[in-house]
């Protein structure tokens, strides 16, 4: 089972968002053996999820 460890902004570096485009977070999910995974995914869907940091994500 893996766990929401942390959610952080996206990083843009000197490109900024396109007109349009969401927001979108870096998440760094860990399981119970310490393994970590990260991905990236939109700010409005983990809101529509309701997940939050320490949450439990399903694959």
Partial sequence: MWKIKQIAEADFGC??????????CLV???????NVHCL???????TEQGLNEGSEWKD
Avoid at 28 to 34: H, K, R
């Fill in 28 to 34: 760094i999910l860990e399981d119970e053996s310490g």
């Fill in 15 to 24: 490109e900024e968002r396109m007109p349009g485009e969401k927001l979108k």
């Fill in 40 to 46: 990236e995914t939109e700010d409005e869907w983990l």
